[in-house]
T-cell receptor
Framework: EPEVTQTPSHQVTQMGQEVILRCVPI?????FYWYRQILGQKVEFLVS????????KSEIFDDQFSVERPDGSNFTLKIRSTKLEDSAMYFC???????????FGPGTRLTVT | SQELEQSPQSLIVQEGKNLTINCTSS?????LYWYKQKYGEGLIFLMM?????EEKSHEKITAKLDEKKQQSSLHITASQPSHAGIYLC??????????????FGEGTQLTVNP
């Protein structure tokens, strides 16, 4: 069964460093998303991406965040200068259509020290 | 106030018992999604509901969306230890087709005792 994959599963970085989180969405899906979940809190929407551009972003997704689909399979989230408060589980998701079943990856746990 | 409220926050049941988890909003829910999450892991898609009055079932889990599209319930029949986990409802509260931005509830922690 097709699934969303994410790498790495756990990333530890120092404050101020850049990190890139990688995702491989389900192959025929057209819409891609990033969400995050700070420990003990709700899952929060960050950004949606369609047709090689951002469809929508939340207030959390400020200038330090960027997304890219560098090739036909990968979807990346870059955090330019990490802060302690960026520590969270980051989930990638994809869906075939705009309003459709949204499948999540297993997440990348980002720890900023 | 929360945009999407789940109840109860936690639930402990004996194996074999039925249970219901609710998800309520003051706004219209244009897409309602149920997920299961094990602590520290990813979200497993269970079901998606869109139409008022819609009901879907998969194995022993049934989800319903009310006619007004402001409340959904997830019902598990004859619960098993494998049903244990955190159940999350997520919803798109906008009538839009260019990508769903899901708002999530806080989750319901389900424990099933053998």
């Amino acid at each position: 069964e097709p699934e969303v994959t994410q790498t790495p599963s756990h990333q530890v970085t120092q404050m101020g460093q850049e990190v890139i989180l990688r995702c491989v969405p389900i192959s025929n899906h057209l819409y891609f998303y990033w969400y995050r979940q700070i420990l003990g809190q709700k899952v929060e929407f960050l950004v949606s991406f369609y047709n090689n551009e951002i469809s929508e972003k939340s207030e959390i997704f400020d200038d330090q965040f960027s997304v890219e689909r560098p090739d036909g399979s990968n979807f990346t989230l870059k955090i330019r200068s990490t802060k302690l408060e960026d520590s969270a589980m980051y989930f990638c998701a994809s869906s075939l259509l705009g309003v459709h079943e949204q499948y999540f990856g297993p997440g990348t746990r980002l720890t900023v020290t | 106030s929360q945009e999407l409220e789940q109840s109860p926050q936690s639930l402990i049941v004996q194996e074999g018992k039925n249970l219901t988890i609710n998800c309520t909003s003051s706004k219209t829910l244009y897409g309602l999604y149920w997920y299961k999450q094990k602590y520290g892991e990813g979200l497993i898609f269970l079901m998606m509901l869109q139409k008022g009055g819609e009901e879907k079932s998969h194995e022993k889990i049934t989800a319903k969306l009310d006619e007004k599209k402001q409340q959904s319930s997830l019902h598990i029949t004859a619960s098993q230890p494998s049903h244990a986990g955190i159940y999350l409802c997520g919803a798109d509260m906008r009538r839009i087709t260019s990508g769903s931005r899901l708002t999530f509830g806080e989750g319901t922690q389900l424990t099933v005792n053998p």
